[in-house]
């Protein structure tokens, strides 16, 4: 049973740094896609990353990127997102997903989520 768990949410003023971390159990990531996504309050969960853990191949959301960078531990079967600048539109919740290529999120797996907050 594959199992996502986050961590490395917390407050920060805008302009600050924080690292996420999805560790991740139960699967051979080799042949996964690992994705970041976050939902502020009242809106719908959205794209920020992804990466292909085979190749470390990357993308990012417009709004993250430049200021954010996703990595991968193969060692550690963790992946990482640094988000620096923060602004207080990044405060949301944080979701870390893992799915197989060529399927769908929906088909995947996703963490429980951690808090970002920015404050101006």
């Known amino acids: 049973q594959v199992q996502l768990v986050e961590s490395g949410g917390g407050l920060v003023q805008a302009g600050g740094s924080l690292r996420l971390s999805c560790a991740a159990s139960g699967g051979t990531f080799s042949s996964y896609v690992m994705g970041w996504f976050r939902q502020a309050p009242g809106k719908e969960r959205e794209f920020v990353s992804v990466i292909n853990w085979s190749d470390g191949s990357t993308a990012y959301a417009d709004a993250v990127k430049g200021r954010s960078t996703i990595s991968r531990d193969n060692a550690k079967n963790t992946v990482y997102l640094q988000m620096n600048s923060l602004k207080p539109e990044d405060t949301a919740v944080y979701y870390c997903?893992?799915?197989?290529?060529?399927?769908?999120?929906?088909?995947?797996?996703w963490g429980q989520g951690t808090q970002v907050t920015v404050s101006s």
């Open positions: 997903a893992a799915r197989a290529r060529g399927s769908a999120w929906t088909q995947g797996y």
